[in-house]
């Protein structure tokens, strides 16, 4: 399978799927990828009455359904529940890893909307790359055998604890909010710790141990690695090197372009506007831009 694009949105709302729709009509071959369900917070709304076109108003899914089938009218890609656990926006070829697949493009969108308060941990910093991982999918195989801690929310920190009881002696789940699908680990050799609050990240050089608190009592559990699952593709974006303002919002140009060349943003991340028509003006006119920065690489690589 080919997975090189020319653009590659990361985000299926208003915002991403208008992008996908104005990149895929100007001929571009074109991949959507959200996290959830196409529409995102769209989806929630039970009447949409200032959208243009519609004076009695319509129901947001009825809304993203003609937006879907616009943007597959012109053969963009859409894959739902895949969700980007990597980026690297430093190369030419923009690089995305999502938990199944990974993917290259001439460019990318980011349109992620509003994403929830990430969760923070002591210590999490100071052992980033040292037992402190983002992603199991990429750094599992390096604690095969050992003793590992998986901390997140969502579907996703379920997926990643299952896929590392593969190859970990030990795996504890902490969910930290009430989505977690837990009967999804049923017949599993994951183990639930549920009902404490983590304190820091403990270690030397390397990660050693997990300290929490459990019923008033405090706790220091041997480890050698703890994954946190943050679904942020802002702060991926930010680590490689897409600025963003105080508020965690990415900064973009009135092109829609962020800091990092052939690196768009469009819709409720970029802070504006925070309204289903406003962010698909930010999806067309990020895809414009873009359509124009792939053209000219493609131009420029032919002559």
Do not use: W
């Amino acid at each position: 399978m080919d997975n090189s694009y020319d653009v590659i949105i990361i985000g299926g709302g208003p915002a991403g799927l208008t992008a996908g729709i104005y990149a895929s009509r100007a001929g571009l071959k074109t991949l959507l990828l959200e996290r959830g369900r196409l529409g995102g917070r769209a989806l929630e709304a039970h009447l949409v009455e200032n959208f243009p076109g519609f004076p009695m108003g319509i129901s947001g899914s009825a809304l993203v359904e003609k937006f879907v089938e616009q943007a597959r009218r012109f053969e963009a890609e859409l894959r739902e529940r895949e969700t980007v656990v990597s980026v690297n926006f430093g190369g030419e070829e923009k690089v995305v890893m999502t938990r199944t697949n990974t993917y290259t493009g001439f460019s990318v969108i980011i349109a992620i909307g509003i994403e929830r308060k990430k969760l923070v941990i002591r210590g999490e910093e100071k052992f980033r790359g040292l037992g402190v991982s983002f992603c199991a999918t990429c750094d599992g195989p390096l604690f095969k055998g050992r003793e590992v801690a998986v901390v997140g929310s969502g579907e996703e920190a379920v997926e990643d604890a299952v896929y590392l009881a593969d190859l970990c002696k030990t795996v504890y789940l902490i969910p930290v909010a009430e989505d977690v699908p837990l009967s999804r680990l049923d017949g599993t050799s994951v183990q639930v710790l549920k009902d404490i609050e983590i304190r820091s990240i403990e270690g030397d050089n390397l990660v050693e141990a997990l300290r929490f608190a459990e019923g008033g009592h405090e706790r220091l559990m041997p480890l050698d690695g703890v994954f946190i699952i943050r679904d942020s593709v802002a702060e991926m974006a930010q680590m490689s090197g897409v600025e963003v303002d105080g508020k965690g919002s990415i900064v973009v140009d009135q092109m829609q372009k962020t800091n990092v060349e052939g690196v768009f943003a469009a819709g409720d991340c970029t802070g504006i506007g925070m309204q289903i028509v406003t962010s698909a003006g930010d999806g067309a006119l990020a895809a414009m831009s873009a359509t124009r920065y792939v053209k000219e690489k493609k131009r420029a690589s032919s002559q």
